[in-house]
């Protein structure tokens, strides 16, 4: 099989049940994955596998009931939460480590990050609305109010979604960035029209994002594969439909998260 060549921050690997995404900046932090079409989910024996490829148990498991808006999920130590409960949000984040975040996407932009000072890490899904929300910028801020978590510490890692040569929009979508108060200048980076049609660039827009909310430009990586583009290995809402299966983004939060609040730092 050809695989589509991403980034040069990121690799394939061959997991038991086909081949995932790894991020190497991240990977030195927290072991995480972007799956592919080739693991079926949200099936439970796809999120035992998924799960297990980052060493964890499906007990270990957090998400949420994704929105498409900027509420995030906090799972503070003390508070692990129950493996049933999936409250509404598009972003999950932990201290707790051993927990392993994770959301779905088919299309829309899978997002993890890891605090290297904390341990602290995060799962966040952002389709256009979610965007147009910043839930990137109110993960990040979460973070920081639940867990000291400086932005300049953060790594993050943008996997597999429509790209912005792919992705055909209305004129009512810039309506309603202007509405949430996006600047001009974010609008114009953002849109494009080309042969007369209107393109966003949610890739652009979300680590533009995540840069205003204090990341380092050079922490923020991004895969640069389109799921519409490759269907052949993504799940793209926008080719199959109601068919579409759907991909994970998966982050197990690390041991230093627990090394760490607990003053263990050697």
């Not at 790894?22 to 596998?49: D, I, N, V």
Request: hydrophobic share 45%.
């Amino acid at each position: 099989m050809n695989l589509p060549v991403p980034d040069p921050a990121f690799r394939w690997t061959v997991e038991p049940w086909g081949h995932a995404l790894r991020c190497a900046p991240l990977e030195a932090l927290a072991q995480h994955l972007f799956t592919s079409k080739q693991l079926q989910l949200p099936a439970p024996e796809g999120w035992r596998a998924a799960v297990g490829s980052v060493g964890g148990s499906p007990g270990q498991l957090r998400r949420v009931k994704q929105t498409h808006g900027n509420a995030v999920r906090v799972l503070s130590r003390g508070e692990a939460g129950s493996v049933d409960a999936t409250p509404d949000g598009d972003a999950v984040v932990s201290n707790i480590a051993g927990l392993v975040l994770a959301v779905l996407v088919a299309d829309c932009v899978p997002m993890l990050v890891a605090d290297r000072a904390t341990g602290a890490a995060g799962a966040i899904h952002a389709g256009w609305r979610g965007t147009c929300a910043r839930i990137g910028p109110a993960a990040v801020a979460t973070m920081r109010r639940e867990f000291g978590t400086d932005p300049a510490d953060l790594v993050a890692a943008i996997g597999p979604s429509i790209g912005p040569d792919d992705y055909e929009v209305g004129e009512a979508l810039i309506d309603a960035f202007q509405q949430a108060g996006h600047g001009a200048g974010d609008l114009a980076r953002w849109f494009s029209r080309r042969g007369g049609r209107l393109r966003l660039d949610l890739w652009s827009a979300n680590r533009d994002q995540l840069i205003d909310a204090g990341l380092r430009s050079e922490n923020v990586f991004t895969c640069g594969l389109s799921t519409l583009a490759h269907v052949e290995m993504f799940d793209s809402y926008r080719a199959a439909g109601d068919r579409a299966g759907r991909m994970a983004a998966v982050i197990a939060v690390p041991s230093t998260a627990t090394e760490v609040m607990l003053g263990r730092t050697d």
